[in-house]
């Protein structure tokens, strides 16, 4: 992969390489047919702190940039997108506390983490996905506490995190603008999860609803300030969408490692069907797409460093990732044949891990009206 990356994440790079060779790539077949959380991969990978990746150096993390952490990201989500999926939405619930959280806050969050934990961000609610402004939950201040009641629904790591992000209602009368955001730790009474969606695809990763009843948290859970939930869920969003372009860019880079080795080992008509230019064609496009994407990602994630505006280039990054890996997952298949369409073989798994990444953290057609508002204007 063409990320250009600090001596030490190289390092780490080939470390995630071989870990992944090791205890992911191939265990993770049998948790895909089974739909079961592979609990004993995640702790082996724990033990490793890839967990632990974006937590700040100041409170105990490895001190990479984001471009860093994309080549990381990217070498898991090669091996198994669910796996990536699961650190990188861990990811997701530190944002909000790191943007906005309190000193405390950021330091109870990468404690947590740092310990093993992982992390959800709970936004979407069944009747608010795109439209995140009509979420029903609600927070009521009682004293020194808040009172949440609600229902998030799809959140990934919701029955294995050891912390949540929760957006609620504090004021319903004036929408977007009476939208707080919490920080609930596991184990609170109250909080409970549903059972486990039974996915398509990304299915070592865990997601599932999570429900509170008269759950009650100090107010000094509240991160930033109140009225202030919606701003700070679309910066977090804001950031995460380049990390689901990053995940996206490796399961291309999956599709074109399998088209490549099985378009060398497959004979036909007297030589290995790669020789046909049609298929070299295909690769090459495959290849393009695939690098094309990359770089919008590392493009996106350095001006984050940077402290530049990212709105627009995380969309583009998110949106074209996604859409390319549909097309390199399917291009993988159309290489392989008919074999391609069986689940003996590894790419017909990478067609229905890609389908996700166009729908999650905004769909595809919100993140076209981010870049048409950006670059029309209101």
Not at 116 to 137: I, M, Q, R, V
Not at 217 to 228: R, T, Y
């Amino acid at each position: 992969m063409a990320y250009l990356i600090s001596e030490e994440a190289q390092d780490l790079l080939q470390d995630v390489k071989t870990f992944c060779e090791k205890e992911v790539k191939e265990q993770c077949k049998e948790y895909d047919a089974s739909g079961d959380w592979p609990k004993n991969i995640y702790e082996k990978a724990f033990e490793q702190g890839y967990q632990a990746l974006e937590v700040p150096e100041e409170y105990g993390g490895p001190g990479l940039n984001r471009v860093d952490v994309a080549a990381l990201i990217e070498q898991m989500a090669i091996a198994d997108a669910g796996f990536a999926t699961t650190i990188s939405a861990s990811g997701l619930a530190l944002k909000p506390v790191l943007i906005a959280g309190s000193k405390e806050q950021k330091e109870r969050v990468c404690e947590l983490v740092l310990e093993g934990g992982l992390g959800a961000f709970c936004l979407t609610e069944p009747g608010a996905g795109s439209d995140a402004g009509a979420g029903k939950t609600t927070a009521v201040k009682d004293g020194d506490e808040y009172i949440l009641n609600g229902r998030k629904c799809f959140i990934t790591n919701g029955e294995v995190a050891s912390f949540y992000c929760v957006t609620a209602m504090t004021d319903k009368t004036i929408g977007v603008k009476g939208m707080s955001m919490f920080l609930v730790e596991a184990g609170t009474p109250g909080l409970s999860t549903g059972k486990e969606e039974d996915k398509m695809g990304i299915r070592t990763s865990n997601t599932c609803d999570v429900v509170m009843e008269d759950l009650r948290i100090p107010a000094s859970n509240l991160i930033g300030e109140e009225g202030k939930g919606f701003s700070i869920a679309m910066k977090t969003l804001d950031q995460a969408r380049t990390w689901m372009g990053c995940i996206a860019a490796g399961i291309a880079q999956r599709g074109i490692d399998e088209a490549v080795t099985y378009g060398k080992e497959r004979i036909q008509f007297g030589k290995p069907v790669i020789k046909n230019q049609a298929l070299q064609f295909k690769v090459a496009d495959m290849h393009i797409k695939t690098e094309t994407a990359r770089q919008m990602v590392a493009h996106a994630l350095t001006r984050m460093d940077m402290g530049l505006s990212y709105t627009t280039e995380s969309a583009v990054a998110k949106c074209y990732a996604s859409d390319i890996a549909m097309e390199v997952a399917s291009e993988a298949i159309q290489v392989f044949g008919g074999y391609g369409y069986s689940r003996e073989y590894p790419v017909e798994k990478l067609l229905r891990d890609a389908k996700i990444f166009q729908i999650f953290e905004g769909t595809n057609e919100i993140q076209r009206m981010v870049v048409a508002n950006n670059v029309i204007g209101r």
